[in-house]
């Protein structure tokens, strides 16, 4: 280090350094001097990381904590097994098998746990096929599905469950296709018969009612699964038939013009088109449900 650079200090303070017996200090030279002071803080830390104890809950390593005793296996067998007859003689047989499956083939009670866990699922079969009965007698064709299917988890060769499964689709088939006739039935029931003075005095205040007409086919449209008719509902005899109404129809029915049929539906009110000479025309509409 040059003179320049060399730090001035006071004469007594450079007296004072040079009387230290302080290793780094004694010569006074300042790079001495930080060298020294880097090491005494290294020194320090050291010394405090020896003095001081440590948190072993940071580490995970408490030593206070005792160790967890591994139990033998056999034993472990054994445990689980007397629980398990516990439980078997309680009735509580989720547990029971539970424990009773723990039960290692080692185990002296190995074949009696078997044989329980055994009796337990057919016990239970036996219970999910009565509830399944249960709810078959009610109709509850989903809920009995399913109570079959626990039955047969726990025991895959029952065959009564296996018969029951076949004739809850069956009913459950002919339940949804009695069901559906019985609703086209009410529905029909609560059509009235309206002739054409009536439906064409004012539509829309009719509108909402269920009505049944009859009558010819004047025109029939179909378009995307949709069909359109003019049904003309009043019998003047003699084939010829009058009086327009609009049909409008959810689907497609095997009928063609000139086709006398029956309608089932709903006044929907006043519909106006424009006939094919031009006239602009107001006649009732109704929304069919069922095409006879």
């Known amino acids: 280090m040059t003179d320049e650079l060399k730090p001035e200090l006071k004469p ?5 350094i040079k009387k230290s017996k302080v290793p780094g200090f004694r010569s006074g030279k300042a790079w001495k001097k930080v060298v020294a002071v880097i090491g005494y803080i290294f020194i320090g830390l050291f010394l405090i990381g020896i003095f001081i104890p440590t948190d072993d809950s940071t580490t995970g390593n408490n030593s206070n904590t005792p160790a967890v005793e591994q139990k033998d296996p056999l034993e472990a067998s054994q445990e689980a097994y007397a629980v398990g007859v516990e439980q078997y003689n309680n009735q509580s047989y989720d547990p029971a098998l539970d424990f009773l499956s723990k039960v290692i083939p080692d185990d002296p009670n190995y074949e009696d746990a078997q044989t329980k866990i055994k009796e337990v699922k057919t016990i239970q079969a ?9 709810s078959l007698e009610t109709n509850s064709f989903e809920a009995a599905l399913a109570e079959v299917d626990n039955a047969l988890k726990l025991n895959p060769d029952m065959q009564e469950a296996i018969a029951l499964k076949s004739e809850i689709g069956t009913k459950q088939q002919e339940y949804e296709k009695k069901k559906k006739q019985q609703e086209i039935a009410d529905f029909k029931n609560s059509c009235e018969v309206m002739n054409y003075k009536v439906l064409n005095k004012n539509p829309d205040a009719l509108a909402g009612r269920n009505v049944k007409l009859r009558g010819q086919i004047m025109q029939i449209q179909e378009d995307a699964g949709q069909t359109f008719m003019l049904l003309s509902i009043t019998d003047l005899g003699y084939g010829v038939w009058t ?11 095997d009928v063609y013009e000139e086709d006398v049929i029956t309608i089932w539906g709903t006044v929907s009110g006043k519909f106006e088109y424009e006939s094919v000479a031009g006239w602009n025309l107001a006649v009732p ?7 006879e």
Request: aromatic fraction near 12%; charge should be negative.
């Open 126 to 134: 036996n219970n999910h096929l009565a509830s399944a009965k249960s």
């Open 243 to 253: 009086d327009e109404v609009a049909v409008f129809y959810d689907g497609t029915a």
């Open 285 to 291: 509409g109704v929304l069919a449900m069922y095409v």
């Open 12 to 16: 007594e303070f450079e007296q004072e």
